[in-house]
DNA sequence: CAACGTTTCAAACAGCCGTTTATCAGCAGG
DNA sequence: CCTGCTGATAAACGGCTGTTTGAAACGTTG
């Protein structure tokens, strides 16, 4: 049991202090001092740093794309072959995406990996990304797809994309805009309320109208 | 003549570097090996690593705020006093954005920076760009409130940045964004074509009806 | 009890980091 | 001519990095 009290606190102070500075500048030290772990203790069990890394990771992803496939087939017998509306595709991920932090620590610091995985260099972290979750990326976009049958292909990925950095990118620095948000309006904005706001905005964005070709294209 | 050299050469070598790998993964010895340039060049000349940083993000944003703010300027008086519609705010912005780098480095740069600006932990940029060039930002944001006076004022405030984030994450991981949709669609893509498709998708975000109020708190 | 594999621990490793120092070249004005 | 100043340069500074080592402590199994 000690090797096991070991490696979650090890994963458990890395996530947060990853989460805080990014993953170049938290050392192992930091890591393993505040966990009071020996710092061997890492490459011990991980291996090395960027295993710590992927781990961390995996210790979010693997539930989560374990309930959204999950969430998916309910979905897809729910509506057994007819296209799932958009707004019920994005309902069903935010709530997913909810409830598998709740577990374990706050959504926050998913978020922020999330949006680290994108911004900070680490290669070997998206291309294990890619390579363990890509299926349940693909799996919702095709269905996205079913769901907005008007919009070109390249229009939607890019759309999807878009959406994308509006969820990771405001959730990701959630904190500094809290700050401003409250400091002008005093109103404390909870996670929920934010993907309340959310919501109706990607909505709109998804279903808004094609852009205009562009010119001196035309036929 | 020769001291100008090395501050632009230093310049311009550390700037495609930041973006590429992030403040902290770029070391002082990379920036001045490649820029041919000695190492003590850069404490020398620009005091510190951190003063660096902040003269890469001058570089770009002293003219871009600049012109930023003769383009509000001329709007305001063509405008005379009537609100200013968003579209053409948002226009007039692109614009801007898309002109100050063409003079100097690729749009690219630029945006990865910013991106990275929000991102990476780097307290004192923040600061620095806040207290910098906070003005022309407030300044954008009351000319967006009067195009959009339906909005209530956090409401505009969160759907603001959650536009921010959808341009700067998009702009920002381009490169990696615009290998997967070359392989996918085999269209290649520029970034005045991503500008063009992110424009209604913007302006749909920022006018979508408003949120449903939180639960259990109607009167 | 003894031998075992597993986990912890302190110490050391080589390497890179940002910054500082001291020396030297080139050029200006007295 | 020489004195001062600006900039370039090589070398060194202390400190922090991820990783490895070998020995000690541990609990389990024979």
Redesign the interface.
Known sequence: MAQTDTVTRILDTAEVLFA???F??TSLRTITSKAKVNLAAVNYHFGSKKALIQAVFARYLDPFTERFHATLDTLEREYDGRPIPLEVLLENMARTVLEVPAERNSLKVFMRLL??A????QGHL?GYIQQHYGSVFTRFTELVRRATPELP???R???L??????????L??LD??RD??EK??G?H?SV???I??????????M??????P?RAVAV
Chains 1, 2 share one sequence.
């Open positions: 805080e500075r990014g170049a500048e949006g680290l994108y911004t900070q260099a998206r292909d390249a229009e990925f890019w759309r994309h878009f959406m994308l950095g509006t969820v990771i990118f405001t990701s620095g500094a805009l401003i948000a002008d309006y109103e904005v929920r309320d934010l309340r706001r959310l919501r109706p905005v990607v909505v709109a964005g279903n808004a109208p094609l852009p205009e562009p």
